[in-house]
């Protein structure tokens, strides 16, 4: 926007002076305005204000200016809702600009004639069109003088400081007054409506000096000030920040007064146009000259007046509005542009200001975030200005219109910057952990609500970042230049040297509409006077910049290949090496191969030769062999004596490269033969270098290649000059410092490929991997190196086999060639179990035999050790036997020397643990080779042992009938003596499952005792005698035991808690190894003071009966009980006993009662305990009276059960059944 006037282009912001205070540096023109012209005079006569307090009060006052601030609603700093301001800062005296003209100069013969000229002669401002001293008269529409009037001359406030001394007294006090008095006198005589406003600022406060208020009331009620617009009182701050606030609260009061003073300009405007004729000018206009303003030019005039009123009030959608009536009016069928010929300079002053306001309509647009508006507006215009100049100009063929494009291009650029746009950026996190966000350029600004809508809307209706727009005017000044450089050579004359008819053919052909004249634009000399070229590149690397910014990368690199293609036309070879190095230096366009850098190289090339950079001209002549195309044609043939020519610094040009830097004309690839291999063994290696058939260059001669293997020696093929130039070479290595030398032919001819083989011996064990491999060309001139170490770009997939001359290319099976492990020297020592069966069980203790057998072919020593995991409850307890020796608790075992093809057997004891379990166990065996006493081997075993559960288990309990007699509360005990609980007798059963593979063998079965409560004892009865069982695999085994329970203390009622263990000595058949198994029994907890009913089957004496039952009630509790028995009637048997009885027991008591039953004939008999026999279930009801609980019938007994569905049943055998 530099071509424009700045008054033009600069946003308005409301001016306000500050009198009394240091003056500001800022030169804006204005102070030259007031020397030439004479308008009103504000000064005072008060002292300036320049203690620190007033400098620090400037400071904060100057810190509301907008002026640099962004042109956004949302960037302005401040607090919302706020104006910003134009602050000018500017001593004790300001002159206003004049507001009407002085009357013009009157002849005597008309002074004569007329007795009082100017009595009613009406008189203009000094720049309107009617004022005969205005530079608009009498035709112009407006002049960048009245915009710059208005922002820099006139302000809206004017603040006026004074310092109120303690010691002047009231002598300070008048002069305060006389200076407000002047001040605003002046600015009534002026005819501007400017508002006033005084500052007082004094040494203390009005609470420490009270005498201060009657002061400040005095001076307001003189000065006629507004006490809450014209008087502002300003006592001694401590902080900053109380400035501060001081500050913005004036202005928040001042604010709808600096608005208002617009609003009266704005309505004096609006009358002015609401005017139904065309004002008259102070001076008539004479016949045949200049004809005053249409209609239409004075609406546009006053249109513009409107909207600068408007964006002074920071109204700038209403100033929008405003901009775009007053460019309709300019293109108006009537309009200037219609009717103003284009050869007049007024033509050319509509074409300014009509750019003016279409650019301020954009940054209305912006301001209001209306980004797609605001495109389609710049858009809209420049087609609109692309008509007029057709139609009414020199056409748009013209270096002229190049250039205006270039500057409407570069216009919307600034504005986009300056708008500062949060619509093009985007705020992100920087990380998961990082709440805090950056923000992150966009490429363009999504459309607006109204756009949105549309289903699908045009790219080029989105605004873009600043660098679209600067790309836009850098296409445009290229044509620019181009289309100058076609200037012909009688068009390109100074004026002086042309005649007069081709003058004005050029004026007729030419449109120099912000531009030179064509001989100022190219003159003979060749030498213009317009630097293209640097606006040119200036254009370019901003855009790239732009657009590097927001990763168009692609985009930025091409701006800058184009700009060298300009220099390198016009022979600035330095500035080509400036531009194309960076880009030269990028390897990402490499990478991607992109073609349209084939022209760097040849440019760069050309620029390096030119200036004389040996080391650019090695390095495009070194990358042009593998695409020559675009180098002169024998430029590779002689690569060594490429830079011959160039003056070399230093005397050896040195060159290192990377395939991430310079793209190498020689493709290297490597494989090894295999991918495994082991100590000591060899390794095939081959590697195969090509040159691209479309090399000119007649031989590319290599010096030596480098390859680099994992940590292994580095190796160098070295060339050395004989016949084999191609083809398959073997390479015969050896040692040279530390590293392994080959020789070998390293002429390489284009499309031909020389293969080498040669091999490797690795001595440890491990992966190697090749990590580069570096191509060396050496001459008198220079030395060049090109490392490559992308991997995967070297990766042979094939294997070049020599058959009787010709190679056959033979797949490899591995698929990264690159790469080769290294294993340890194969170990030839065999472990074999000779015993191992395939299930253990817990608790058993179990040996494992092995064999070591030496399949070397020499003696080897050394020792086997055996591994465990050894935490846990569930550790193995393992131990070495051998030669009647155990070694317990030692891992290693030594072992002694083995002959070739000799075995030891080796025993292994474990002892299994009490829990199931898979444990794993290895069997390291360490030795060394008689032969090789340094080189460990090792030979390792791993085994899987599963330790499974040996027997299936369930068990019951029941009650059982405890014959001695218990305790009472009638037997005497001494004090000495502590009477026992109750004791409870118990049947506890087990069936055991065996889940053993085969028969094995059960010695003994115990019950043990793991826990039992506090304060009870329990004591174990074996039933029966066990001997040897045999127990085949899922066969049964049952066993039982009485269990007998009491309780320390009579007075302890709590159950008894009892865990008790099943333990079973078993071994297998066929081993003597006895082992022990332990069966976990659930806890029980057993009741001792709840009352219960107990059955037994008693003999049959003298009563001739078939079964007598004997039924026992206890209570064990400390409680008076009383039961309600009955015994209910069977049709299978009769019975004597009481039938319903009521039965009373005392704390601590039993009670027997019997019955004898009859059974009723013979049923069908069933085995039984005993024999044959049948089940009977008798029924016996015993409820508790207080409680009315009904008593469970428990067997106690042999040949008595419970039944899950009749209840209790009596076994009655087949010899007692009475018919």
């Known amino acids: 926007m530099e071509d424009y006037p700045p008054s033009y282009t600069e946003h308005n912001l ?49 810190a509301l200016d907008g002026t640099l601030a962004a042109w956004n609603a949302t960037a302005l700093p401040g607090p919302a809702a706020t104006m910003k301001y134009r602050m000018r800062s500017v001593g004790r005296t300001w002159t206003l600009a004049p507001r009407k003209a002085a009357p013009p100069p009157q002849s005597p013969d008309e002074g004569n004639r007329q007795s009082s000229p100017s009595k009613h002669m009406e008189l203009h401002s000094t720049l309107s069109p009617l004022s005969p001293g205005s530079p608009l008269y009498p035709d112009g529409i407006m002049t960048p003088m009245w915009l710059a009037k208005h922002q820099n001359r006139v302000p809206c406030l004017v603040i006026a400081f004074f310092e109120m001394s303690m010691s002047g007294g009231s002598s300070v006090d008048d002069t305060i007054i006389s200076d407000i008095n002047a001040v605003r006198a002046a600015l009534l005589r002026s005819g501007c409506k400017t508002k006033f406003a005084a500052i007082l600022l004094s040494e203390k406060s009005i609470v420490r000096a009270p005498e201060l208020e009657d002061r400040l009331t005095s001076i307001r009620r003189t000065a006629s000030l507004d006490s809450k617009v014209g008087l502002f009182f300003q006592p ?319 985009l930025a690199a091409e ?88 003056a070399v610094r230093g005397g050896i040009t040195v060159a290192d490269y990377t395939d991430h830097q310079r793209h190498c004309p020689i493709t290297p690839s490597f494989a090894f033969a295999e991918s495994e291999t082991f100590v000591g063994d060899s390794m095939g290696c081959q590697i195969t270098l090509s040159l691209p058939s479309s090399a000119r260059a007649a031989t590319v001669t290599l010096s030596n290649i480098s390859l680099r293997i994992g940590s292994y020696r580095p190796i160098d093929l070295v060339h050395t000059v004989d016949d084999a130039a191609s083809g398959i070479t073997a390479i015969n290595l050896h040692e040279r410092d530390g590293n392994l030398l080959g020789n070998c032919n390293l002429e390489l001819r284009p499309g031909q490929a020389s293969t080498m083989n040669f091999t490797l011996v690795f001595r440890e064990a491990r992966e190697y991997r090749l990590k580069e491999i570096a191509l060396s060309v050496k001459t008198d001139r220079f030395q060049l190196k090109h490392t490559l170490n992308n991997i995967e770009h070297l990766q042979a997939k094939d294997w070049l086999h020599d058959d009787e001359g010709n190679g056959i290319r033979r797949g490899l099976h591995h698929h990264e060639t690159t790469a080769v492990t290294v294993l340890p020297k194969p170990p030839k020592l065999r472990i074999a179990l000779v015993d191992l069966r395939s299930q253990y069980y817990v608790g058993e203790r179990c040996t494992l035999t092995m064999r070591v057998t030496n399949d070397e072919a020499e003696s080897v020593t050394g020792s086997i050790r055996q591994i465990h995991d050894e935490s846990g409850d569930t550790a193995l307890s393992i131990r070495w036997e051998a030669d009647d020796r155990e070694y317990t608790g030692a891992d290693l075992y030594p072992l002694q020397e083995l002959h070739p093809d000799d075995s030891a057997l080796l025993t292994l004891s474990i002892q299994a643990p009490l829990d199931a379990g898979t444990h794993a166990i290895a069997l390291d065996a360490d030795y060394t080779l008689a032969g090789e006493p340094f080189t460990a081997l090792k030979r390792t075993l791993t085994l899987e042992i599963v330790f499974a559960t040996l027997f299936e288990a369930k068990f019951t309990l029941s009650p059982a009938l405890h014959e001695d007699p218990w305790p009472s509360y009638f037997t005497s005990f001494s004090a000495s003596e502590s009477p026992e609980g109750v004791p409870h007798l118990w049947r506890v059963g087990s069936k055991l499952r065996s889940l053993a593979d085969s028969s094995i063998l059960i010695e003994s079965v115990k019950a043990i005792v793991d826990h039992v409560g506090e304060d009870a004892s329990c004591q174990i009865m074996d039933l029966d005698r066990l001997d040897q069982v045999t127990l085949s695999s899922q066969g049964v085994f049952e066993r039982a035991f009485q269990l007998l329970t009491r309780k320390g203390s009579l007075d302890d009622r709590s159950p008894t808690a009892v865990e008790l263990s099943l333990e079973l000595t078993w071994r297998r058949q066929d081993n003597d190894n006895v082992s022990t198994a332990l069966v976990p029994i659930p806890r029980m907890t057993l009741p001792t003071s709840e009352p219960r009913v107990l059955c037994v089957h008693a003999e049959s004496r003298d009563t001739g009966a078939d079964v007598v039952l004997q039924y026992h009630l206890e209570n064990p ?56 026999g049948r089940w009977i279930y008798p029924g016996l009801q015993v409820v508790d009276s207080y409680y009315q609980k009904t008593l469970r019938v428990q067997a106690a007994g042999n040949g008595v059960k419970l039944d899950a569905q009749k209840g209790l049943a009596v076994w009655v055998p087949a010899s007692t059944e009475k018919r």
């Not at 007031?34 to 400098?55: D, F, K, V, Y």
């Not at 634009?521 to 927001?550: F, I, N, P, W």
Request: glycine letters at 4%; one cysteine or more; hydrophobic letters at 40%.
């Open 559 to 646: 701006l800058m290949l184009a700009l060298a293609r300009d220099l390198s036309r016009v022979e600035r070879y330095a500035e080509v090496l400036e531009v194309l190095s960076p880009l030269y230096n990028e390897s990402y366009w490499r990478q991607d191969h992109w073609l349209l850098f084939g022209e760097v190289i040849p440019l760069l090339n050309q620029a390096a030769q030119a200036v004389g950079d040996s080391e650019i001209v090695l390095a495009t002549t070194w990358e042009s062999l593998s695409d020559p195309t675009g180098l002169a044609p024998g430029s590779q043939a002689k690569f060594t004596h490429c830079i011959d020519e160039v």
């Open 14 to 62: 409301p001016l306000v002076l500050l009198l009394g205070l240091s003056p500001d540096s800022l030169d804006d023109g204005s102070s030259t305005a007031q020397r030439q012209e004479s308008g009103t005079r504000l000064h005072i006569q008060s002292p300036q204000c320049e203690s620190e307090r007033a400098r620090h009060l400037a400071q904060h006052f100057l």
């Open 1117 to 1172: 509790s400390s409680h008076f009980l009383t039961f309600a028995v009955t015994f209910e009637a069977n049709d299978d048997f009769a019975f004597s006993g009481p039938k319903h009885r009521a039965l009373s027991l005392a704390p601590l008591s039993r009670h027997r009662i019997d019955y004898n039953l009859l059974v009723h004939g013979a049923l069908d008999a069933v085995k039984g305990p005993g024999g044959p």
């Open 236 to 554: 001694p701050m401590s902080s900053a920040a109380e400035v501060s606030t001081f500050v913005h609260g004036i202005f928040n009061t001042l604010q709808p007064v600096s608005v208002e003073y617009y609003r009266d300009l704005t309505k004096h405007a609006r009358r002015k146009k609401a005017r139904s004729f065309v004002p008259v000018s102070t001076v008539a206009t004479s016949k045949g000259g200049p004809q005053a303003l249409s209609s239409i030019a004075w609406n546009a005039r006053y249109e513009v007046k409107l909207g600068v009123f408007a964006e002074f009030r920071s109204e700038m959608d209403v100033a929008e509005r405003h901009y775009s009536q007053a460019i309709e009016d300019l293109f108006n069928v009537e309009g200037p542009f219609e009717t103003t010929p284009s050869w007049s300079p007024r033509f050319d002053e509509v074409r300014l200001l009509s750019d003016v306001i279409a650019m301020r309509v954009v940054r209305c647009q912006l301001w209001n975030s209306i980004t797609s508006g605001a495109v389609q507006s710049w858009s809209n215009y420049r087609v609109r200005m692309q008509d007029l100049v057709d139609r009414r100009g020199k056409g748009t063929q013209t270096y002229s219109w190049a250039a205006w494009e270039s500057r409407w291009a570069k216009t919307m650029s600034e504005l986009v910057q300056r708008a500062d746009l949060p619509a093009l950026k985007q705020s992100i996190k920087q990380s998961v952990e990082d709440s805090s966000e950056i923000m992150v350029p966009l490429t363009y600004a999504p459309p607006e609500r109204t756009y949105a809508s549309v289903d699908r809307t045009p790219p080029f209706l989105m605004l873009h970042h600043p660098g679209y727009w600067l790309r836009l005017a850098t296409s445009a000044t290229r044509l620019r230049w181009q289309r100058a450089l076609k200037i012909p050579e009688e068009d390109r004359l100074p004026p002086g040297q042309s005649p007069a008819s081709a003058l004005v053919e050029r004026s007729n052909a030419y449109d120099c509409y912000l531009v030179p004249e064509p001989d100022e634009e190219y003159d003979l000399s060749g030498k213009a006077h317009v630097d293209h070229m640097s606006s040119l590149s200036e254009l370019s690397k901003a855009s790239a910049q732009e657009l590097a910014a927001r990763g168009q990368a692609r």
